[in-house]
């Protein structure tokens, strides 16, 4: 053992090494067949650290960094770290072969491509706006293969930043931070799921590296008048002569609720005498929602506009539908049923329609009806907390996304309780 860890301890022996495909190896853990270092000598260049591991019959080996020769690239390894670093590979290889073992999950080795299926299949379980994920990561994460067969043992913010490099330079900000969204949760969840045998740094790595574009809080600061959300609901029914859009676009303005949630209500959450919707929980964050449902009041105009949908139906319907066409010859289609909205992409189409009817600039996207519900809340001095829950979400978020608009409401209570201090004679 002394001679083989002689013979590669040092950037001046390595020197001295033949070259050689095979590594030269050095048990560095466990005696015969447990963790070894080994050290591969090329042709020309600079040499590499390679970690071997056999254990319950299963033999893994893999390249873990350059060694620190002559030449070598940023990150070379001296022998000590190299040999750190084998074996904390070890610990990880192990890990996993052990759970393996115990069947916590199956024998394949977590990649971006295993991350993202499984989360497609997730979420398509849960709702069909999966389809819109399913879209994006199939186009932009998964078309890309050397990103896609990736380890996420070998994930790391570099790789992460070289995938985003090379993205479409067309797509919008608010569309790339959608697309890491959705990969930063299917990446987190696969990593959870083998966080034994995973590196540490993964976790980070995946944060920094699916980290949001600035540029895209754009949409953040999308707020309209009163007037312009009255005009675009008036537009959105004048695109679409069913007023199946109409009313789509009527709940989203006067509740604030997310598209999935406003085309998962039923016929029964229209509560007409009680002049309130029953939202749906989102499935968005962690953990089990207490409520199933949030009540939201709405006006009377709101509840008259929704009638044509609530008339002769049954409660457990879907309230909103809308007509699904084919084609039946060159530029002629046909309607054939009415079915539920499925996707936020189904209202591209007309709900740039209704914007441009309505006058508002061509990039007002229809997310910013709930970021003005949000904002309309605050102004009206309502409390933090009743907001974020009105909306389905966090008091955190509402404070770190609306921040100037609380200020702004609570200076106007604040300033209800000022006291008068001048004598009474001069007022």
Known sequence: MATEKAAFDTAAKRTKLPANRNPY??????????????????ARGAGSWVAKIVVAGVRIEERIAPADDAGAPAGGLPYPQAVSAALSWGRQKF????????????????TVQSAITAYIAEREAKSASGNDAKSRLT???????????????RLTAASLRRW??????????????????????????MAERHRRE???????????????????????????????????????????????????????ASTGARFSQIAALTVADVQVGKLRIMIPVSKKG?????????????????????????NGRRGHEPLLLRWHVKQTGPFVWERTSRQPWKTASETDRLWGAAI????????????????????????CGLPVRLV????????????????????????????????????????
Do not use: C
Not at 95 to 110: K, L, M, T
């Open 25 to 42: 190896w050095h048990g560095i853990s466990g005696g015969r067949g447990g963790v070894s270092l080994g050290y591969r000598k090329p």
């Open 356 to 379: 441009k009817s309505a006058g508002l600039p061509a990039g007002t996207v229809m997310y910013a009806l709930r970021h003005t519900s949000i904002v309309h809340g605050l102004s």
């Open 139 to 153: 186009k932009h994460v998964l078309s890309d293969e050397r990103f896609a067969k990736l380890t996420l043992a």
């Open 164 to 189: 985003r490099e090379g993205l479409p330079k067309t797509l919008r900000p608010s569309t790339v931070n959608r697309l890491l969204n959705d990969l930063r949760a299917a990446l987190n969840a």
């Open 95 to 110: 890990a996993g072969i052990e759970a393996r073992e115990d069947g916590d999950f199956g024998a394949e080795v977590p």
């Open 286 to 310: 962690r953990g089990a929602k207490q409520a199933a449902r949030i009540a939201v009041p709405i006006g009377e105009d709101v509840a008259e506009r929704l009638k044509p949908a609530l």
């Open 198 to 252: 995973l590196p540490a740094h993964v976790a980070g790595d995946i944060k920094s590296g699916t980290k949001a574009l600035p540029s895209a809080t754009e949409a953040r600061r999308q707020v309209l008048s009163d007037a312009d959300v009255r005009g675009v609901v008036s537009a959105a029914f004048a695109v679409e002569e069913s007023g199946d859009f109409g009313r789509l676009v009527l709940l989203v």
């Open 388 to 427: 974020a829950a009105l909306h389905d979400t966090s008091t955190a978020m509402i404070e770190k996304h609306y921040a100037a608009y609380i200020v702004d409401a609570t200076e106007e209570l604040a300033r209800r309780a000022v006291m008068t201090l001048a004598p009474a004679s001069h007022l």
